[in-house]
């Protein structure tokens, strides 16, 4: 086990960013379809394909998601997979046709010191295919990369982050995420993550949590607060197991899996936060339909929680006059 999302044989993920923009892409490939679904909490979320991922609409599944930063711009990042994807022959049969069913979220990250006047075209579809082309079910970069790159929390850089696990049953269950934060991974301005409860070994520092909590450590801090800026948010989030799931039991997978995100970040699921969770299954391994998919979305929170706090632990700074610190530079040894 790698503690990342490439512990769940079949899945490939790869990364594209680009320094000057300041932003990236983060492409999660599956080497045969795997049912999907999505959960979406934050109040402002920005998705491809997200209504088709309903349990109640025709496709079941699904042959890669995309990740992005650019805000609604990185849309275009799930084209870019679509299109590495036709090329190597995936995709829904309609007829003599193939359509690769590649959903997707983006997250804001505009006003992080990147370049982003890139004239006509975005560079988002061809950050996606080069995600794409990069994917490969070995281990690979956290922190400021691909869709994590350009992602910020309220008082830390954010980034991408991985973890896994595996059930009583030998169920694997792992996630990845892109925390580009409205609140704070962090307890007040200390080294100690939200997550903490959860942390296997020292994954993101095995720091534990404050002797004791003061009112000022459970104060809101928000981004951009109290003006209309506070915009510049949104956690991603993307968590697969080989169990054999329906497309409904997906959902509710990752309906539970979102408890991850309360655990992790403070406040969350805000109004202009585009908080949202895609569940996948590779449909290797069978489950319970009732404790065994109770305990896979209980360990697919803690996996997403563990997710988000390495996503800022392993961050770096962006080189940029004001830019945030990363926890690293902060409290590192």
Known sequence: MKNLLTD??????????DAALASGVTAIVFDQPAVASIDVRGGGPGTRDASMLDPVNTVERIDGIALSGGSAFGLEAGGGVQAWLAEHG????????LIPIVPGAVQFDMLNGGNKTWGR???????????????SDGAFALGSVGAGYGATTVNFKGGLGSASAITTGGVRVAAIVSVNAVGSVNIGDGPWFWAAPFEVGD????RGWPPSFTPDMLTMRLKGAPAATSIENTTIAVVVT???????????MAIIAQTGFARAIYPVHAPLDGDAVFAAATCEKEIDPLYGLTELGAIAANVIARAI??????ATALPFPGALPSWKIRFGK
């Open 8 to 17: 769940i044989p079949g899945v490939r993920v790869g990364h594209a960013d």
């Open 90 to 97: 995936r995709g829904f049969v309609v007829g003599n046709a």
């Open 121 to 135: 075209f975005p560079p988002y579809r061809d950050l996606g295919y080069a995600a794409a082309e990069a994917a």
């Open 203 to 206: 994954e993101f520092g095995g």
């Open 242 to 252: 080989d169990a054999i799931l329906t497309k409904a039991q997906a959902r509710r």
């Open 309 to 314: 706090a390495r996503g800022v632990y392993e």
